[in-house]
């Protein structure tokens, strides 16, 4: 079988893949991040009432039309407790922030344009009409759509939701992912492991990028080598109703990968595995149905490349989330050499240079199973099927690991 181009598999992946649309209602303090699945309409006008927008005095803007003016306070309109009464001609109401407005005033005069006399005050600078009133409803009114669906539910958009009086919204169901790790040899950590054995790592970056991308996670645990034990774990997964299984090694067919075999025989179509890309040839996809099948290397690094790569666009689709950007241009500090058949991620470090722009320096060694040179790099330096040697101080494609370090 020839091996697929990265970009192919990808697209071949999301093709199928449709947005989660069950919903689901929460507690607003429980909606950061979700995705609305209704339009979030006001329960309330706001502002309910013609309301200032500083300290000052309310009054008729008739009745100070120049400075000079001297008018009567007769009360005052507090955040909470309004003025009961009614400005009248000549009269005044000291207010404050955010206070009622009191009926028959239309304006505020600042506090410090005015000048205190006995038993009210004198008018130091010309009113405008309707200055400092904030409107009734001049933010949105009972009733107005002001969230639409499918919007993402951040700070700013949890603070206008609040203001609107929902104390719960309608949002669509996170994507539910189940993660199976197999392997004769794997323990978990806190083990001691013995002659022939390690300790399983994948699940917990495979499953922490899982939930950073918007899902839910199921974890199916570590199971060996084993086809019953194997399809057990599976068909755990199908009655939870997961929306992608994601199987962590043995997804190739060695005598001893048993994972593309047993999930063949419980039923799964396969779709496509081999890409090439390096690491992480072995990927596996396939679907029971509508769940979909990701068969990730069992090396961490190839399972945590081929995560970034498919998993999370799929995620983020399911989710209705947009797609995380980690694309960037950066200058390469060293010549990379002409590239073979296989799209290479290389692990890498950023640096700034001296004028204050973005340096990448790859790591001496690449390994698949090295997981501490990925944890110390940055981004993924991506040298193309067949790309020539790139000279030093080159601009360089690269795949951000935290997509906010550039800013």
């Not at 000052?56 to 039309?65: N, S, V």
């Not at 009926?103 to 009113?127: H, M, R, Y």
């Not at 689709?317 to 241009?329: D, I």
Request: hydrophobic share 45%; net charge neutral.
């Amino acid at each position: 079988m020839n091996l697929l181009p990265v970009a192919e598999a990808l697209s071949r992946l999301l093709s199928r893949a449709n947005p989660v649309a069950v919903s689901e209602t929460l507690p607003l303090a429980e909606a950061e991040g979700r995705v609305l699945a209704v339009d979030l309409k006001a329960g309330l006008t706001q502002p309910p009432f013609n309301a200032s927008a500083m300290d000052g005095y309310a009054l008729r803007r008739e009745d100070a039309p120049e400075p000079g003016a001297v008018l009567k306070v007769i009360g005052t309109s507090a955040a909470g407790h309004g003025f009961g009464g009614r400005v009248g001609k000549g009269e005044a109401v000291r207010i404050f922030t955010g206070a009622p407005v009191p009926p028959g005033a239309d304006s505020v005069l600042l506090q410090e344009d005015a000048e205190k006399t006995d038993g009210g005050i004198k008018t130091n600078f010309p009113v405008r009409q309707g200055q400092h009133v904030r409107p009734r409803g001049q933010d949105f009114v009972e009733g107005e759509a002001v969230l639409s669906a499918g919007t993402v539910l951040d700070f700013s958009r949890l603070t206008v939701a609040a203001g609107m009086n929902r104390p719960d919204v309608e949002v669509l169901r996170r994507p539910l992912i189940a993660i199976l790790a197999t392997g004769d040899e794997l323990l978990p950590p806190g083990s001691t492991p013995g002659p022939s054995q390690i300790i399983a790592s994948n699940t917990f970056g495979v499953a922490a990028l899982a939930r950073r991308a918007g899902a839910d996670v199921l974890d199916l645990g570590i199971v060996p080598d084993d086809k019953a034990r194997i399809t057990a774990a599976i068909d755990k997964a199908r009655d939870a109703k997961v929306d992608v299984i994601v199987t962590l090694g043995g997804a190739s067919v060695g005598d001893h990968d048993l994972v593309q075999a047993t999930l063949i025989e419980a039923g799964m179509q396969l779709d496509f595995w081999r890409i090439a890309m390096r690491p992480g040839k072995p990927l596996m996809v396939g679907s029971f149905g509508e769940t979909h099948v990701l068969g990730l290397p069992g090396n961490p690094i190839s399972s945590l490349v081929c995560s970034l790569l498919f998993l999370e666009p799929l995620i983020r689709k399911l989710a209705s989330l947009p797609p995380v950007r980690r694309e960037a241009m950066v200058e390469a500090t060293v010549t990379l050499r002409a590239n073979d058949h296989r799209q290479d991620y290389i692990r890498a470090r950023l640096s700034k240079s001296a004028a204050g722009g973005w340096l990448v320096e790859p790591f001496d060694k690449q390994d698949s199973s090295m997981m501490k040179t990925f944890a110390r790099s940055d981004c993924l330096i991506i040298r193309p099927p067949h790309a020539p040697e790139l000279p030093a101080g080159a601009p360089c494609p690269v795949m951000l690991l935290r997509p906010d370090l550039l800013v």
